[in-house]
C-alpha cells in the first residue's frame, strides 16, 4: 500500500537545523511532483517548497527561501528537507505530499502523517 513516512522532526533552538525526512513505498515516485506543507495550529496548511520529478526544478515559499532546501533521491525513494537558521515561526507540523500529474485527467496526490517540528528557546 502507499506510505508517505515523515522522519526527523523535534525540538531546537531559534537559528538551529533540522533534516526532515519522507521514505515513500507503494508508488512510483520518480513519476511524482514531491512538496512539503506545514500547519500550525489555528493556521491554514501552506505549501512551503516541491521539487521536480527529476529534482531539476525546485519552488520555495518566500518564508523560507534561502533557509530551506528541499532535494530527492529516487533511489532511495526519499524526499528531504534540510532546513537552517530556525526561527518561532517555523514551529508547524510538516506533511509530506507526493503529486502525480497525469495528462489530460485529474492530479492525484497522497500525504504523509505529518512531523512535528518546534523552534523554542
Known amino acids: 500500500q502507499v506510505q508517505l513516512v515523515e522522519s526527523g522532526g523535534g525540538l531546537v533552538q531559534p537559528g538551529g537545523s533540522l533534516r526532515l525526512s519522507c521514505a515513500a513505498s507503494g508508488f512510483t515516485f520518480s513519476r511524482y511532483v514531491m512538496k512539503w506543507y506545514r500547519q500550525a495550529p489555528g493556521k491554514e496548511r501552506e505549501l512551503v517548497a516541491s521539487?521536480?520529478?527529476?529534482?531539476?526544478?525546485?519552488n520555495y515559499a518566500d518564508s523560507v527561501k534561502g533557509r530551506f532546501t528541499i532535494s530527492r533521491d529516487n533511489v532511495k525513494n526519499t524526499v528531504y528537507l534540510q532546513m537552517s537558521s530556525l526561527k518561532l515561526d517555523d514551529t508547524a507540523v510538516y506533511y509530506c505530499?507526493?503529486?502525480?500529474?497525469?495528462?489530460?485527467?485529474?492530479?492525484?496526490?497522497?500525504w504523509g502523517q505529518g512531523t512535528q517540528v518546534t523552534v523554542s528557546s
Open positions: 505530499n507526493a503529486v502525480y500529474y497525469p495528462a489530460g485527467r485529474d492530479p492525484n496526490d497522497y
Open positions: 521539487i521536480s520529478t527529476s529534482g531539476g526544478s525546485t
